[in-house]
C-alpha cells in the first residue's frame, strides 16, 4: 500500500472492517479525525497543482493503465469486495469489470473534451474575435462514498476528477474502505502523483469538516437523503453533486413478455441483496395479469437462496451489517401491522434477511414511501395507465424507473410522464450503463454522475478571446 492511501494510519486511532457474513475481521484502516483535516488539506492543495500540471495524454494513460491492472487481478478485487460488502461472487466480478470500463472511459474523456471554439463572428460587433474555451480543473474535490458499490462508486468520483486535472479527498465508507484504497493504490502505481488522491476514513465528524472546508470546490456525494440535506446547510459557497436515495417503481403492463418481465423483476428488486439506489422497490401489476404475474414472481423469490455470498449457490448474500438487517425486518414488521400481507421471505439470521414480497401495503407506510434499501419489494396491481403513473410518482425521490410493454407508444407516454431521472423500457430499473447521465429526479440528486457528466461538473469553462485588430 502506498503511504498516500494511508498517510495518517500511524497517527490515528483504527476502524476495524468485519466480513457481513461471519463477523470475522478482514482489515484495519486508519481512524482519521476532524482535527486532522489541516493535514489533509496540505496535502489536497499539493496534489491539486500535481495533477492540474498533468498534460492529458499523462492523465489518459494513468487511468487507462490503472484499468488493465484491475482487468488483470479482477479475482482478486471481486473477492475483496465479496469479503468487504456481502455480495456475491457473480455481483462482484461484475462491479469489477464495471470499474474497468467506468476508468477507461475517463480516459477517454481526458483526451477529447477538452473545450470547444466560440464563434464570436457570428455575433454583431464581434467580426474581428476569435477564440475558445478550454475545460480546466476546480482544484479539490471531496468525494463521499457508500459501501454498496465500493470500488465502482469510487471510480466514478475519481476517474472523471483525475481526468479534468483534480485532487481529491476520498472518504470511503468506513464500513467497506478497502476496495477504495487497493484503487487508490493501483493509480498510483500507475504513475497518479501520490499527492493527488488522500484517503481519509473515519466518521461523520470527520466529512462535516471535510465539506466545511473553504479550500474544498466541490463535494461529490452518493449516499442517503438525510446525510445530503445536511451536507448541503454544511458547505457553503461550494459546487455540489449528489446521487441520494431512490425508491424506484416498475410498472407491468397487460400487453408485456411476462416471463421477460418476471426474471428482469427479480434481479431487480434482490441485486447485491437490494441495497442498491437503483433496486426495484415497488412493482406495479396491471391488474388482469396481476394473479399470474404475483404466481411467478413470488414462485422464484423462493428459490432465490440467501447466505455465504462466496459460495456458486447463493443467490443472496448478507446485508452490510447486522443493523441494516434489523432495519429492513422492522420496517416489514411496521408494514404487517399495518396491513399488508407478507406473500414470502420476512427470515432474518443474523446479517442475511431474506428476498421478501408483499402486497397490500399502506400508501402513508414507511416501506411504501422512503427507500428500504434491503431485498424488500411490494407488489401493487393497478386498473389503468394513469393510475399507474400516479403510483410511480409519488414518492418525493427517484433515481430510476422501468415499465414492460409491447406497446410503443405506451413506452414512450410512460418516459414522458415518469418523474424519474432514467426510464427503463423493458428493463428493470436497476440497469446501468457507466457513460450514461446518471442521478435522479426531484430530491433524488443534484446534478449527474456518468463519466462525461461527472467530468463536466469536475471542470470549469476557461474562455480566451483574441481582438485581430488589436
Not at 163 to 171: D, E, H, Q, R, Y
Request: net charge negative; aromatic share 6%; glycine share 8%.
Amino acid at each position: 500500500m502506498k503511504r498516500s492511501s494511508l498517510a495518517l494510519a500511524a497517527v490515528a486511532p483504527h476502524i476495524e472492517v468485519f466480513n457481513p457474513f461471519d463477523g470475522t475481521v478482514i482489515g484495519t484502516v486508519a481512524d482519521v479525525c476532524a482535527s486532522q483535516v489541516p493535514q489533509l488539506l496540505v496535502q489536497g492543495r499539493s496534489g491539486a497543482q500535481a495533477c492540474a500540471e498533468l498534460p492529458r495524454h499523462r492523465r489518459a494513460r494513468i487511468l487507462e493503465q490503472a484499468a488493465l491492472h484491475i482487468e488483470r487481478d479482477a479475482p482478486a478485487f471481486a473477492r475483496l469486495i465479496v469479503e468487504e460488502a456481502g455480495k456475491t461472487l457473480k455481483q462482484a466480478e461484475k462491479e469489477v469489470k464495471r470499474c474497468v470500463n467506468t476508468l477507461k472511459l475517463s480516459a477517454e474523456e481526458a483526451r477529447r473534451n477538452a473545450g470547444e471554439v466560440v464563434p464570436f463572428d457570428a455575433y454583431e460587433g464581434s467580426e474581428s474575435r476569435q477564440g475558445w474555451f478550454s475545460r480546466e480543473p476546480l482544484g479539490l474535490i471531496v468525494a463521499i462514498t457508500p459501501y454498496n458499490d465500493p470500488l465502482n462508486l469510487v471510480a466514478h468520483k475519481l476517474g472523471p476528477a483525475i481526468a479534468g486535472g483534480n485532487a481529491v479527498i476520498l472518504k470511503p465508507s468506513e464500513l467497506a474502505p478497502l476496495s477504495a484504497i487497493k484503487l487508490v493504490s493501483y493509480l498510483v502505481e500507475a504513475g497518479l502523483p501520490e499527492s493527488v488522491v488522500t484517503v481519509a476514513t473515519g466518521g461523520a465528524e470527520l466529512g462535516k469538516a471535510l465539506v466545511a472546508c473553504r479550500e474544498v470546490r466541490m463535494i461529490s456525494f452518493t449516499g442517503g437523503f438525510v446525510t445530503g440535506e445536511q451536507i448541503a446547510r454544511t458547505a457553503g459557497l461550494k459546487k455540489l453533486a449528489m446521487d441520494l436515495g431512490g425508491n424506484a417503481p416498475v410498472i407491468v403492463m397487460a400487453d408485456c413478455n411476462l416471463a421477460a418481465a418476471v426474471d428482469s423483476c427479480l434481479s431487480g428488486a434482490f441485486w447485491a441483496a437490494g441495497q442498491n439506489c437503483i433496486g426495484t422497490q415497488r412493482l406495479l401489476i396491471q391488474a388482469s395479469i396481476y394473479e399470474l404475474f404475483r404466481e411467478h414472481f413470488v414462485s422464484l423469490a423462493q428459490k432465490l437462496v440467501t447466505g455465504d455470498p462466496l459460495l456458486a449457490s447463493t443467490d443472496i448474500g448478507p446485508m452490510i451489517t447486522p443493523q441494516a438487517a434489523r432495519n429492513a425486518e422492522q420496517v416489514v414488521n411496521e408494514a404487517l401491522k399495518e396491513g399488508a400481507r407478507l406473500l414470502c421471505g420476512h427470515r432474518r439470521q443474523g446479517s442475511c434477511y431474506a428476498a421478501t414480497v408483499l402486497e397490500n401495503v399502506d400508501h402513508a407506510s414507511r416501506l411504501w414511501r422512503n427507500e428500504v434499501f434491503a431485498p424488500v419489494v411490494v407488489l401493487q396491481p393497478f386498473e389503468t395507465f394513469d393510475e399507474a403513473i400516479s403510483l410511480a410518482n409519488e414518492p418525493e425521490y427517484s433515481l430510476h424507473a422501468g415499465i414492460f410493454t409491447n406497446d410503443l407508444a405506451t413506452a414512450m407516454r410512460a418516459a414522458r410522464r415518469i418523474e424519474a431521472g432514467g426510464v427503463m423500457i423493458n428493463d428493470s430499473s436497476d440497469y446501468r450503463f457507466d457513460a450514461m447521465p446518471f442521478g435522479g429526479s426531484k430530491y433524488g440528486s443534484l446534478g449527474r454522475e456518468g463519466v462525461r457528466f461527472a467530468y463536466e461538473e469536475m471542470t470549469q469553462p476557461k474562455v480566451v478571446c483574441l481582438n485581430t485588430l488589436g
